[in-house]
């Protein structure tokens, strides 16, 4: 797969990874979507890719304070600023795929999985399986856990096992609960979870 073609999207995205580490969770999150991409030949990659590096543009325009006291608080997934995240998302990612000339149908093709990707639990199309699958798997990583456990106020102990018991479950595809597992197995080793509960 000829990834520098999408070069020019991580280009216009970048002013907006610097909000929520998000320059840390989309690489990592588009790595394992070329993964399924590739285990899954029959999912449009122009469609899932530039909507992994798009789908969380929407967080560098809401206030940061918000985000942390109403979007990982009760009723968290209810909660406005997830859906305002979404919202902003599709209209900065339409906003840069217009600019860089890619086709009206192509362009609501993508900004459809963006739209929903984390309120809707429900998948619409294969794509939007690899999209969701893929935005969660990096939280296995060593490096999703460090960062996204201080986000939910747990040690990386406790939240490799929030992953395993809440996360994987909600994993679509067979390929990414397998890499799930491989994955935090890796991450527990590295951060030696046995002895740092
Ligand atoms: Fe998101
Ligand atoms: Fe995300």
Request: with cysteine.
């Amino acid at each position: 797969m000829e990834l520098s073609r999408y070069d020019p999207i991580w280009r216009a995205a970048l002013p907006y990874l610097r909000a929520r580490k998000n320059d840390v969770h989309v690489p990592i999150s588009f790595n394992y979507a070329v993964q399924l991409c590739a285990a899954h030949p029959e999912a449009h990659p122009d469609r899932v890719l530039p909507a992994i590096i798009l789908h969380d543009t929407g967080w560098a325009v809401i206030d940061e304070r918000a985000i942390f006291e109403q979007g990982f608080g009760p009723n968290m997934m209810e909660s406005d600023v997830r859906y305002l995240h979404e919202r902003e998302g599709v209209r900065i990612a339409r906003e840069i795929l217009q600019d860089l000339g890619y086709a009206p149908e192509l362009v609501a093709q993508i900004t459809a999985l963006i739209d929903g990707h984390d309120t809707r639990a429900a998948a619409r199309s294969l794509e939007d399986e690899l999209l969701k699958d893929a935005d969660k798997l990096w939280r296995f990583t060593t490096a999703g856990i460090a960062v996204a456990c201080d986000w939910f106020k747990l040690t990386p102990g406790q939240y490799a096992t929030r992953l395993e018991r809440e996360i994987t479950g909600q994993l679509f595809r067979p390929w990414s609960r397998r890499a799930a597992a491989t994955e935090l197995a890796t991450s527990r080793r590295a951060l030696h979870c046995d002895l740092l509960p």
